[in-house]
């Protein structure tokens, strides 16, 4: 029965999953007819809302970006990479490194989902040149414990409605975190994953007869940068004390925020990552090598998130959001509501796989049904968050930087992913609407 569902996820991924920037224009034109067919706006009119909105939100993009490369960045620091070599030898049978690579990929995925993913490939290299264990399984059990990024200390929606000057102030206000990240309905669902996500992955463990195994010789890392010193502006690129000092004025003026009484928001979290990144790294020659690799994990979102932009113009000036808005209404209460939302978050992630992104498209909808029901707006806002996480186990866009450091392709480990994605969308679902 396993392998069946495998087997039909990966043909379903390989024959109807094109790339995200695809999807991006397919969803751009749904939204330019529907503008014109239901809410009868001439051609010229959409174009113009869909021009008008193309580039609100660059600052935005960037934040999105630093979050991954950031993340990213640490995540490849030598300290970081020492640590997980060390925990992975604690790990003796290939069941203890399908539950060690589910727990550390989760934990740090939590923490920032940039540091996430690279961890969670980094580990399962180091486990395999360690460990006999299915590859495959294993670089998807990594992959699994991406579910706990949007409701962690990283998430792009609580993070953006808690920061002042975000782009759907007028309407919403801020929300702390305390409502969202830190509030009990979330930190409940995080604890029930923390624990069933690893044990699932334990129980799809294949038999030696069925699993695939990777030589530890083609696991092997690349040479660290050189850090001879032959100008001055070797030594500069080299120098420990221009890290130093960068780093901690960067934990310094983190420190003093929080212990003035702000709360946390996305630009203190990419701050944090970022100074302990430069910090970690101890050289800017090793820092900006790092960084060349982690861009190119960021290049979807360079490209992508002006056309979310201008998918947010489009609904929110010729009416689809009122339009829409209605529709969940009629279907919701104040109770259902998040479930709803969850549901629909999951459908619209298959074609904007960014969280940030999706509030941008998402947020014009709920913000008016969530007034009209008198529903919880953090439970709402964190419905959409967690609809965001739970499809990215069917859509492989993010899936993609654990892939390249692994060696791996997307069909390879679909097919697990597709257990989780049954297993996660119960939790996720009980857990909106009933805690």
């Known amino acids: 029965m396993f392998k069946g569902l495998t087997q039909f996820s990966v043909r379903l991924v390989e024959r109807y999953l094109p790339d995200s920037y695809v999807f991006v224009l397919i969803l751009s034109l749904i939204a330019f007819v529907c503008a014109v067919v239901i809410e009868g706006r001439s051609p010229l009119t959409v174009v113009r809302y869909w021009g008008d909105g193309f580039w609100g939100l660059l600052g935005f993009a960037m934040q999105m970006l630093l979050v991954l490369i950031s993340g990213f960045m640490l995540a490849q620091s030598p300290p970081v990479k020492r640590l997980l070599r060390r925990l992975a030898g ?5 069941g203890s490194a399908i539950l060690w690579v589910s727990f550390v990929s989760f934990l740090a995925s939590w923490l920032n989902w940039g540091f996430g993913l690279v961890v969670g490939a980094l580990f399962a290299k180091e486990l395999a040149r360690q460990v006999r264990v299915d590859y495959r ?19 792009s929606i609580p993070l953006t409605i808690a920061t002042p000057g975000h782009f759907a ?6 929300v702390s975190t305390s409502d969202t990240l830190f509030a009990f309905f979330n930190l409940a669902l995080l604890l029930a994953m923390l624990i069933v996500i690893p044990l699932v992955n334990r129980l799809m463990l294949p038999d030696a007869r069925h699993s695939v195994y990777v030589d530890p010789a083609l696991l092997k890392d690349d040479p660290a940068p050189s850090d001879a010193s032959h100008s001055p502006a070797d030594r500069l690129e080299n120098s420990v004390w221009l890290s130093t000092l960068a780093g901690l004025a960067g934990l310094v003026y983190i420190g003093d925020q929080l212990l003035s009484g702000r709360g946390l928001n996305l630009n203190l979290v990419i701050f944090l990552f970022l100074s302990l990144a ?21 290049a979807g979102i360079v490209i992508q998130f002006p056309f979310y932009a201008g998918i947010m113009g489009i609904i929110s000036h010729s009416g689809l959001a009122e339009t829409l808005a209605q529709l969940f209404i009629g279907i919701s209460t104040a109770e259902t509501l998040p479930f709803w939302t969850f549901i629909s978050a999951g459908i619209i992630n298959l074609f904007v796989p960014s969280g940030g992104g999706q509030w941008v498209v998402q947020a014009p909808v709920m913000l008016p049904a969530v007034e009209a029901l008198g529903a919880d707006l953090a439970r709402i ?8 996480v739970w499809t990215n186990l069917l859509q492989p866009f993010w899936a993609l930087p654990v892939l390249a450091i692994a060696g791996l392709r ?3 480990i679909m097919g697990f992913c597709l257990v989780q994605l049954f297993v996660t969308g119960v939790i996720i679902s009980l857990g909106l609407t009933f805690l």
């Not at 604690?90 to 290939?94: E, M």
């Not at 430069?278 to 900006?288: E, G, S, Y």
């Open 278 to 298: 430069i910090l970690l790294h101890r050289t800017p020659r090793r820092l900006l090598v790092s960084l060349n690799e982690a861009i190119k994990g960021g």
């Open 137 to 155: 399984l294993l670089v998807a059990s990594a992959y699994t414990g991406f579910v706990a990024w949007h409701g962690g200390l990283s998430g």
């Open 410 to 412: 997307a069909k390879d």
């Open 381 to 388: 806002a964190m419905a959409v968050a967690w609809g965001d």
């Open 169 to 174: 102030e007028e309407q919403m206000g801020l």
């Open 90 to 94: 604690l790990a003796t049978t290939p």
